[in-house]
């Protein structure tokens, strides 16, 4: 009896694992041809709707008309298997045809669909059957990654910003104002970098973030606030500021026109090897009684052919003019001009009650004989 039952058994599990066999060999003719691409298209391809792939359980009802590069959107439609090819804005994207199916797709938006005025808003799926075209909108707002210098004020040149998305650019303001700033020129190289160049007006603001408007929306140039020297007490921008002179040891603080952050000059100095110079300015008369409303020293240094640290020096500190103190390190890169905007508060500095007479950079050593270029050393109020 047990044989009889082995047997029956033995036989319904080779039948099973034929029927199975049978079906996965039926679907998988019925999903993809000989390239792998789904089969299931059989009529004209239309579009209904495009949503995010985050949580389908959460997007899956709504629709959207528009989206950033790199999100992952799912396009629903009719007739929409085995799709050939997908074009946002003319772009073909790619896309992986295994997530197609004949009322889905999933794809991810490229970052290198364009954006300027050639585009035309359109997002087109093409089938065996046709082609399904939908309105839709790369949302690319301007970013900013860098600018030549962080400066502003009179005779103080242009400023140019490096990102992307600027070439439809119609608006750049002064944020939380309608004070317009200048847009000189735009430009984008053959690999997409981009550039705008702006002239900003007088204004008796102290710092200003920007705010750049272009067809995708605005932002803000959070990470950037730009500084006013014109309301700046200014130590050095194209000369020495009024009372303040050089009080460096060693070599001095000589005004030169070889390099400059921003304008046209800037004080060099040498820093002979194994001597641990300083560079420094004094105001001997009537010398700068403290002010709450000074909230930052800013200046910019352009580094020699090697790193090196600086200690900012003062002699209305408490650990006094000429000594170290961890906190008022700061590290300078070779060979490029590093800009440094300190809050005050966070320095062994300057304190209610005292009076700024000398104040610098000192180093430990060099090595070798270096020679650094300062500029724009500004005392500025938020």
Known sequence: MKKTIDFIFSKLTALMLLVTLVSVTMLSSCIEDE????????????????????????????????????????????????????YFNGYNSAFNP????????????????????????????????????????????????STDKITFGSDRGDITLTGKNFSDVTSV?????????????????KVGNETIVLRFPSTNISQTTLDITNSSGVVTTRGLEF??????????????????????????????????????????????AGNWHMAAFSNWWPSVEYSADYKYLTFAIKGGENAISFWIQSDASKVGFGNYLDKNKIDVAPKVWNYYKIALADLDFWYPGTTLKQFGWRLKGPDKTETLYFDDVMFIKK
Do not use: C, M
């Not at 999933?106 to 585009?119: E, K, N, Q, R």
């Not at 001095?252 to 004080?267: C, E, M, R, T």
């Open 98 to 145: 295994t997530y197609n199916t004949d009322t889905h797709l999933i794809i991810t938006l490229p970052g290198g669909v364009p954006t300027d005025s050639t585009a035309d808003n359109k997002l087109r799926l093409v089938t065996s059957h046709g082609e399904a075209v939908f309105n839709f909108k790369v949302i690319a707002k301007p970013a900013v990654y």
């Open 35 to 86: 390239t792998g691409i789904p089969k299931f298209s059989t009529g004209t391809p239309s579009i209904t709707k495009v949503y995010l792939l985050d949580t389908i359980a959460r997007y899956k009802d709504s629709s959207i008309v528009g989206a950033e590069p790199y999100k992952l959107l799912v396009i629903n439609g009719q007739n929409i298997g085995g799709v050939v090819n997908a």
């Open 173 to 189: 303001v002064f944020s939380k104002t309608t004070t317009a700033v200048k847009i000189i020129s735009k430009t984008k190289d």
């Open 227 to 272: 500084v006013n020297a014109d309301v700046a007490l200014q130590i050095f921008t194209e000369d020495f500021g009024k009372d303040f002179g050089n009080n460096s040891w060693g070599d001095p603080l000589i005004v030169n026109s070889d390099q400059a952050y921003a304008g046209k000059k800037s004080l060099v100095k040498t820093f002979a």
